[in-house]
């Protein structure tokens, strides 16, 4: 009896040419994020002085350090929770709609923008002498300009506005997934609009709007430059990631850089842990009532 060629033994094992095309994907995860994020680790854990806990006894000791916390927090989920409010009903709007692809290129035109240009857009246009201050002022709404940048709400506006398309795609992607019969049969059984949508929609979307809102939360949590250009980055918009930067590239500290990046992903990796916890309370099915 002759024995099984090398490639397969192989393929019996799993490790065929499907399983080799799965490398690529690999190798690239390994480079751009598992070894800069054991790196960034050692390097927290190796201090200028002190114990390998120094950098972190550093930052909670200090209160101007460890407020970025709830400062990045205050930013990061009131902008997530109103991207997600406004992107659920325009999403449900959406799917209905016949030119569908138009309007969703419309809503999400400001990812091609960029940060920076949304934040220099709204020093313009909600600066004391820009075009919101001036119009509220000309029909008498207002009898000086509103302080609209350089602020909380200044970041809070260029958050919402790059945040939106992307809370919007992907709920718009869990929306149209779901089956239409099954809101047709809730709507035979005499199920009224809301009633529909709080015990028919809403339980088969929690789980997607459940990832929508960790993705869109890590995204707001990172704010960087819209805190610099729009904020107070040395008052109440004091983001965790300028603390990063100024510890790494202002002191040339970078060991304590890198302690604040890992807790910075900690409180990133917390929220993101209870939010997915707690959707299993609404749903315990899949995914999603998807069509087919």
């Known amino acids: 009896m002759s024995t099984p060629s090398l490639r397969a033994r ?9 399983t080799l095309l799965v490398l690529p994907g690999l190798a690239v995860m390994l480079g751009l994020f598992i070894y800069p994020f054991f790196y960034g680790l050692a390097d927290s854990l190796m201090p200028k002085e002190g114990a390998w806990y120094a950098n972190y006894a550093t930052f909670f000791s200090d209160p101007f350090q460890y407020r970025t916390i709830a400062a990045t927090l205050w930013l990061a989920l009131p902008v997530t929770i109103v991207n997600l409010a406004f992107a659920v009903p325009i999403a449900f709007r959406v799917r209905l709609m016949t030119r569908q692809r138009l309007l969703t290129t419309i809503l999400v035109l400001p990812i091609t923008l960029g940060t920076v240009f949304v934040a220099d857009g709204l020093l313009t246009f909600l600066g004391p002498q820009g075009w919101f201050n001036r119009v509220l002022i000309l029909v008498g709404l207002l009898d000086g300009p509103v302080k609209l940048t350089n602020n909380y709400w200044g970041v809070f506006a260029s958050l919402v506005i790059t945040g939106f398309p992307f809370a919007f795609l992907l709920t718009l992607s869990y929306v149209t997934g779901i089956d239409p019969a099954i809101e047709q049969a809730a709507a035979t059984l005499g199920a009224s609009p809301r009633q529909r949508f709080l015990r028919v929609f809403l339980p088969l979307l929690v789980p ?5 809102f960790c993705l869109a939360f890590v995204q707001a949590f990172a704010v960087f430059p819209s805190a610099v250009l729009l904020g107070a980055p040395a008052g109440p918009t004091r983001v965790i990631s300028i603390a990063a930067y100024q510890a790494a590239f202002e002191q040339y500290d970078h060991s304590l850089g890198s302690a604040i990046a890992m807790i910075m992903g900690a409180v990133e990796l917390i929220v993101v842990l209870i939010v997915l916890g707690g959707r299993s309370l609404f749903y315990r099915g899949p995914t999603g ?3 087919g």
Request: glycine share 24%; proline share 0%.
């Open 289 to 291: 009532g998807t069509k």
């Open 208 to 212: 997607g709007l459940a990832v929508t």
């Open 10 to 18: 192989l393929a019996a094992r799993g490790f065929d040419g499907t």
